[in-house]
């Protein structure tokens, strides 16, 4: 018997779009998470983990999709391929069946790690960002308190930088880059106009 063709799709917050992930891709099933990669604590991971059976296929779009962390990542094909499921990850081309070669092992290692690094740096770049901005005085959160909605047609051209223009009207990164669920912040006790002029 052929055993069914799995998706998993995972995106970190819920106003992301998950179509570009598995697009144009045959599946019988698509489990997706709305949720941060840092552990597996994920509600449709553990579902897709206890749907499978042996001669399924899971497919992801790419390893960090699945895991965030190398030790995450090993143990999340370890666990599927030792009942049987076969792993497939689009964006790497890699598959795991739980018969793998050194090598294959080897680049499920490299490539985990490659992933992890790049989540930390991620994680640095914040915190260094957020220093900076504690720094200079500038607001280094949302505030829920002035949140304000406004049309996506006055946002920056995509030429544009995000974090300059949220210096310059005073309003969170996140206001700049999404605002429909982004906020707008105080600045000198004055609300700062939307126009990115």
């Not at 598995?22 to 604590?41: E, N, P």
């Not at 992933?115 to 901005?133: V, W």
Request: aromatic share 6%; with cysteine; net charge positive.
């Amino acid at each position: 018997m052929v055993g069914q063709r799995i998706g998993y799709i995972r995106v970190s917050t819920i106003d992301q779009n998950t179509e570009r992930q598995l697009d144009g891709i045959q599946l019988d099933k698509t489990f997706t998470d709305k949720a941060s990669g840092k552990d597996t604590k994920r509600p449709q991971l553990e579902q897709m983990m206890s749907f499978v059976r042996s001669g399924d296929t899971v497919i992801v779009h790419s390893m960090d999709r699945l895991a965030r962390n190398l030790d995450d990542l090993r143990r999340i094909v370890q666990t599927l391929t030792g009942k049987g499921v076969r792993m497939e990850f689009i964006k790497e081309h890699l598959t795991f069946t739980g018969e793998d070669s050194p090598m294959a092992k080897l680049m499920l290692s490299v490539m985990g790690a490659i992933h992890e690094f790049d989540r930390a740096l991620i994680k640095e770049r914040q915190l260094e960002g957020i220093a900076l901005a504690k720094k200079r005085g500038l607001p280094t959160i949302c505030q829920p308190q002035f949140v304000k909605f406004f049309t996506p047609s006055a946002r920056p051209a995509h030429d544009e930088s995000g974090s300059h223009h949220s210096t310059r009207l005073g309003v969170c990164l996140e206001y700049v880059q999404n605002p429909v669920t982004g906020c707008k912040t105080l600045k000198n006790n004055v609300l700062q106009p939307l126009n990115f002029v």
